[in-house]
Structure formats: C-alpha cells, structure tokens
C-alpha cells in the first residue's frame, strides 16, 4: 500500500513541531485575509484548491496506488477539515486572531481523552501535560473586564472546532499507519477544497467575485494567500501524515496546542497590516505554561515504548 517506514521519534517531535509552527502563523494571516472583504468560505475553497493542486503535481510523479480504503479514509478526513476550517474561519469574524487560537488549542485535552478511550496508553506525564496546557490556555483567553470574561459567539464556533480538531487528530493517527502520507493528503485536502468551493459558488454574490477580481492584481493579497496554500496545506498535511505516526496523539495534540503560540507571537509583533493584539503579563506566563506543558508530554516513563 505504499505505506513508508515509519520515522524515528525525534523525526516526528521535529516535524511535527515545525508543522505547528507552520499552522500556528495562519490564525494572523488569515485574520488579515478576512478583513479585505471576502467570506471564508470563498478564502477556503481557493486555499485547498491551489493546495491540492501542488499536492497532485507530487502524487501523478509517484508509483503509488490509490486502495479503496485510503478512499474512505481522505474522505472522512476531508470532511471533518472542511467543518474544522468553516468554524474556525467564522469564528475570526468576532474574535481575535490571538484568541482564536488559543481556543482551538484546547484540543489538546479533547485529543487526550479520545486517544485514551481509544485504547492509547496512559501516561501520566501527558495527562499532567494536558491540563497545564489549559491552564495556560485559560490564563490567555481570560478578560475579568468583559461580560462572559469576553467570550462570543467565534469564540463558541471555535471551540466546537477545537473539539473536531482532536477527533481528527486521532483518526490521523490511525488512518497514517495504514495509507501513503501524500495520498491521504491528497485526498483530504481535495475533498475540504470541493466542498468549500461548492460552498462559495452557492453562497457568494457577484460584488464579492468583483472584489477578488480587483484583490487578484495585489500582491498584498497573494503573498498571505500563497503562503497558506503552499505551507500550510500542501506541506503542512504531508508532514502530519508522514511524521504523526512516529508519536502518540496525545503527544502530537500537545506539540499541536503550541500553534497559538505562535500565532500570538506574530500577532503581537504588527508585521501583519491591521493586527496588533497585545500580550499582557498574564498572557504570557500563559504562554510560558504550554511551553511548558509540551516539554512535560516527553518526559521519559521508566519504559519507553519499543522502536522510540
């Protein structure tokens, strides 16, 4: 089934930490993009398409066969993504960009109690790590001056993706072992982009598709395009189906809650026109804790798992 060997443990921390740092970069940018204008579905269904495009180019110069259930598996995949990128993207319409992923992280405990009902083994240095993984996420998102501590309707969107997040982070973990990494992705990646597109055709007025016209002749508009198509999918999906296998997911789901992070970080710096979130003292020691919280999930048990 063209299935590679899997990738030594260290592979898999480094990779899939570069591929959180790929990930946690998008919560700004796509910020950025939404603000021209466009709906989220239309950002979408070019996003995946260009995606999947280059994906394809990769796959057509490969000897790889298709089975049937790399099929089901893409298409399940695929589905849960284009519900996870729908929520996630609505979701920035009334939050923060910071905020945003800083929910989304919750996944990480969402990814720990589905990978141990699923017959993942306990480990206690993860479970240790998942809660202060939230308490960091709580310390972050916390505004003791807002109704609700500032809680709105993205915020609620993005944490019913944040839960679908860690579904889809366990089902990868099955489903990686069993399937060519650029085929999976390939798959699931096509079916986010036809769904979305048929999405954005039923749902978009003409004035937006004039303001693409006119958005198409920038260059402010491709670059942030381009790097979430490129990077944070065709790349970004290849290296999570090859290298997630190497790890378990409550460790890939901790790795992962490092994205809003990231994004923080550039959020915060005001290279991106328009976004310049602010990090309290709270924020940050928040921040400190998931960093904190990830170096705890690799603590070394008195037995370490064959093969790592």
């Known amino acids: ?66 089975p049937r259930q790399t099929y089901i598996d893409g298409l399940v995949l695929g589905i849960g993504l284009a519900a996870i990128f729908w929520l996630q993207m609505h979701g920035l319409q009334t939050t923060t960009a910071t905020k945003s992923g800083f929910i989304t992280g919750f996944y990480v405990i969402f990814t720990f109690i589905l990978a141990t009902l699923l017959g993942d083994k306990f480990n206690r240095y993860h479970v240790i790590a998942s809660f202060i993984a939230i308490l960091g996420l709580g310390l972050f998102v916390y505004s003791p001056k807002q109704p609700f501590g500032g809680w709105t309707v993205g915020d609620s ?40 597109s048929a999405m954005a055709f039923v749902q978009t007025t003409p004035e937006q598709f004039n303001l693409l016209k006119q ?3 920038q260059t402010s508009f491709w670059i942030p395009l381009l790097y979430l198509a490129i990077f944070a999918t065709s790349i970004a999906f290849w290296l999570q189906c090859r290298f997630q296998p190497s790890l378990t997911s409550t460790e890939t789901g ?10 923080a970080l550039l959020a915060a710096t005001g290279w991106i026109p328009g976004i310049r979130d602010q990090l309290g003292l709270i924020s940050i020691l928040g921040a400190t804790l998931m960093f904190f919280a990830t170096l705890i999930s690799q603590w070394p048990t008195k037995k370490s798992p064959e093969g790592l």
């Open 157 to 196: 969107q993005t944490l019913l993706s944040a839960f679908l997040i860690g579904v889809n982070i366990v089902l990868t973990s099955i489903y990686a072992k069993r399937s060519a990494p650029l085929i999976l992705a390939l798959l699931k990646c096509s079916v986010v982009a036809i769904v979305l």
């Open 254 to 263: 901790v790795i992962f809650s490092l994205e809003p992070v990231f994004g």
């Open 1 to 66: 089934m063209n299935v590679p060997q899997r990738a030594s443990h260290f592979s898999g921390l480094f990779f899939i930490l570069l591929t959180s740092l790929i990930w946690g970069l998008t919560f700004p940018i796509a910020k950025y993009l939404l603000m021209t204008g466009l709906t989220p579905e239309l950002l979408l269904g070019i996003r995946f398409t260009i995606g999947s495009l280059i994906l394809l180019v990769f796959v057509l110069t490969q000897p790889l066969r298709f």
């Open 215 to 217: 958005l198409s002749y």
